[in-house]
């Protein structure tokens, strides 16, 4: 009898022993899958905030080169801009003045994120002055 409670009493222990194990394990797991998912998140929420500025960026940029062409009617965009420490980048300009349209590719960059975007304008007032 003496024997079967020493038995009893290893295999109990082997028992805690293994259900402690596996319910470390499960929580060392459980915690590292969210701690994944936190940072995926927090990446998104970067990616997502990188992108609406590098769009604002983009558009301030835009207005940046309309007022540089209404100043100076022979401006032909082919620069970096600098605005508030960050830069965007204008190409070439197209303007037919006979039709008063001009075009020009923006580029801006926040980050990793790149907005790339072309300004079409028509009847474009101060061109054939």
Do not use: W
């Amino acid at each position: 009898m003496y024997h079967y409670n020493q038995t009893r009493n290893k295999t109990a222990g082997y028992t805690t022993l293994l259900l402690v194990t596996i319910v470390g394990f499960t929580f060392l797991v459980s915690i590292g899958v969210i701690s994944h998912e936190v940072r995926r998140a927090q990446d998104r929420s970067l990616a997502s905030q990188q992108h609406l500025e590098a769009i604002s960026l983009a558009e301030t940029c835009r207005q940046e080169v309309l007022v540089r062409l209404l100043r100076d009617s022979t401006y032909r965009g082919n620069e970096s801009i600098n605005l508030a420490g960050h830069l965007c980048t204008v190409g070439q300009l197209v303007v037919d003045t006979a039709a008063g349209n001009t075009s020009f590719p923006i580029s801006a960059t926040v980050g990793n994120y790149v907005h790339q975007t072309e300004f079409q304008n028509q009847q474009f007032i101060g061109l054939n002055q």
